[in-house]
């Protein structure tokens, strides 16, 4: 059975004085491109099962902005991840899910799309390498079981900037 995986970068996030890294809010642009996204998740993409959300402020607007409705793990190990920690909290996802949804930062998002990949879709890793910007989405197909992923990989499927 293949699956989706679709790893999304937090909206653009505001920098207000005196907030922490973790505590940091959206900014407008970062709302009207979330809402976009849910948008384009809930026109272009299967169903989503299940969320991964980092427990930073812009994550979980970031979420609540797009509109979409499926059970939610807010998880601490997303934010500041790296690709190998990203991966890890996606391969601990429950058998049902077909579509998951992970909601992080820059550069675990896009370093672990790239590593699940591992360069099989040349034209979509060069786009991702060059910019992932704030509120992009990829979407990779997965062969077998979220507890394999880190095993047998993914392949991108898309890359989506909404704008």
Same mark, same amino acid.
């Given at each position: ?22 505590? %940091? ?5 970062? %709302? %009207? ?26 994550? %979980?607007?970031?979420? +609540? ?29 429950? !058998? ?15 370093? !672990?799309?790239?590593?699940? +990949? ?17 509120? #992009? ?17 993914? #392949? ?8």
């Amino acid at each position: 059975m293949t699956r989706t995986l679709i790893l999304m970068r937090h909206g653009k996030s505001d920098y207000p004085l005196g907030v922490s890294d973790h505590d %940091r809010p959206l900014a407008p642009r970062g %709302r %009207r491109e979330a809402a976009l996204a849910g948008d384009w998740l809930r026109t272009e993409q299967p169903p989503i099962d299940a969320v991964l959300c980092s427990t930073a402020l812009r994550t %979980r607007e970031t979420l +609540d902005t797009t509109g979409i409705e499926a059970p939610v793990q807010f998880c601490t190990n997303l934010y500041d991840a790296d690709a190998d920690e990203v991966i890890a909290e996606v391969g601990y996802t429950d !058998a049902e899910v077909r579509t998951l949804l992970v909601v992080g930062h820059f550069p675990g998002v896009p370093e !672990a799309a790239l590593t699940l +990949d591992g360069g099989g879709n040349t034209a979509l890793s060069d786009r991702i390498r060059t910019k992932f910007p704030t509120s #992009a989405l990829a979407v990779l197909d997965v062969p077998g079981d979220w507890g394999d992923i880190a095993d047998t990989g993914a #392949a991108l499927r898309t890359f989506h900037v909404p704008r």
